[in-house]
């Protein structure tokens, strides 16, 4: 501690002396991470380039896509391409996957708190062994069941549906919310809970009263989660559905790739329009998303 | 530290009320036993008052629901693997003929050998890279935050964008790669029309989906690592090699885990990406268990036999994460923080 108190001095000089003071301090956890660094700068370069390549390619113009280098701003931008991605039906497929989310969404921060709620607070051991049971349900890869899946939405006359996406979207979605879910409920603390019980408190006024509003941050995590699972899934939009009416927009984009395979930038406009609601999303709850993930592997 | 000190003054308490210590230990026998190190904890949850306490009635909708799109088709896999079922008309039992033609299909052989080599070479490229980026970002640096926030863009694109987007850049006929061809002195870059190439395209894509994920994981392990530990480290004179094996390393053994477990799944039911960039070509070269699944069953309408593959997929990835899970106690989630 008192090694610390002694180097604070040099931490609140001003911003500019902050990388040299660093520099100067004794060798240990302050000095930084320089392989991490060259990492992470090589790494910028990796996940960088391919994403500007993708956004110079959107606003070329498709005569000119193949003649102008990759990565040289365009001598001519446009937005024809935007436009004839927006012709080709990718707002109707945005409409559809935007249905389909809400829904998955909805059903999943129902399921999951109430599921959480009885696994955090049940005292029998049923309830640790539901935990248990969604635990081994991470591991369930919905590949390997498609295919009962598809006999089941087929029985339910579900097939080709937007209802026929939404169920087992959910459904696999669930698991990894539960586990979320369970580690914030279980840092609401036992004197809040006493304190409901000595109210007189049922166990529905708890979970509406203290439960949920106290796991704010772990429903909004699961719930941009589930968001993320509905709205890139593709498995089982391309087993389930088949018609343009139900067409999702990563099965859009599939299509596309079939149909305009020459129109690569008309294609690639297409994809980012895709991805513009998920990242308005991001740069809104960031915040749940990567507590969300990092609650997974902290825990 | 205050949660600690006000559990065991209520276990204090307790003492002085053996009624409630009874009751508390009649109700639970197993789980007092079980968490030996903090006693004095357990013993005051199971003093809390009992109402407002949730039935397991509350886990049942959850339960059932998942259960029917999830635990209930894992079953029917098994039983639809033993039988004869094509596009239209229903399944017809028939024994094991499924099986025993999968243990000899060549296609099968490959394709488990692919899956593997998938697995092992994403497990290999993927740990290290998110390691090291995840401790990174957990640190002090300036533009720590702005770095992440770009490393994060990848998760937002569906796998399906992903997949366009690299077989639009690696187009050997028109984009950058195409462009860059010539360039560097080669007459024409089909690194998709190679067999090896192609499967190590899928590799790395995959690798570039999914390293910003893993590097969350490891970010939020390394923030959760106790400073104190790294301060006695130094002060015994550790160096930073030796305090990243002996600290970091351990400490971060359940976000190993974890992202081992998921990075394995992940890799054996990659799917998406194989379909939209290779169909499992050139050849048969990417032709990985879940797309020969797929070619089966929704290709040529051999749902039966397509089962069988199914479920030697799920034999796979479950056993796998079980024993992963079960190697490093990933389960037992409230030991973890306990004795801090």
Redesign the interface.
Known sequence: MSIRLAERPASRQPSDNQGLAARWRRPGRQRPNLLGGLGALVWLAIVGVPLYALLVATVQRSENYTAEGPLTPPSDPTLDNYARAIENGVLQFVLNTAIVTVAVVAIVLVLASMTGFAVVRSRTRWTSGVFRMFLLGLAIPSQAVIIPVYLIIIEMDLYDTLTAIVLPTAAFALPVCVLILVGSMRDISEELYEAMALDGAGSVRTFLQLVVPLSKSGLSTIGVYAALQAWNGFLFPLILTQSPETRLITMGLFEFQGEYRVDVPGLLAAVVLATIPLFLVYLFARRSLVRGMMGVGGK | MT?RTSSQATGDTMTGTPAAEGSGAG??P?RASRSGGSRGGSA??AS????????????V???L??G???????V??AY?SLTEWGALGSPQFIGLDNWSNLVVDPLMHQAVFLSLMLTLLSWIFQTP?SM??G???A????NRAV?S?????????????IA??????L?P????L???GPRLGLDSVNVLGGQTSAFLVIVFVSA?QF???HM??????A??IP?TL??AA??DGA??LR?FWHITLPQLR??IT??S?LMV?GS??Y??TV??MTAGGPGTSTTIV?YL??QA??GRWE?GY??AV??T??LV??AT??LM?RFTGF?N?RS??EGM
């Open positions: 949660g109700v639970r197993p005051a949850r809390a008052p009992r109402t407002g306490r949730p039935g397991p009635l509350w886990a909708p959850g339960l629901y998942f029917f799109f999830a635990a209930l088709p894992l029917m896999v639809l890279i090291l980026l401790v990174w970002a640190g002090q640096q300036r770095l926030a770009i490393f994060f863009l990848p998760l937002l694109l569906s796998s399906a964008a366009i987007i690299w077989r639009a850049l187009d006929n028109f984009g950058p195409a462009w860059l570039w390293i910003p994920l969350l994981l490891y970010q939020g392990g923030r959760q400073k790294y301060q130094e002060i160096g930073k305090a359940h976000t974890t992202s477990v799944v054996l039911t799917f998406d379909l939209i879940p699944m797929y069953g929704f749902l397509a089962s199914a479920f997929l799920v990835a479950t994460s079980l899970v389960a989630m973890t923080r």
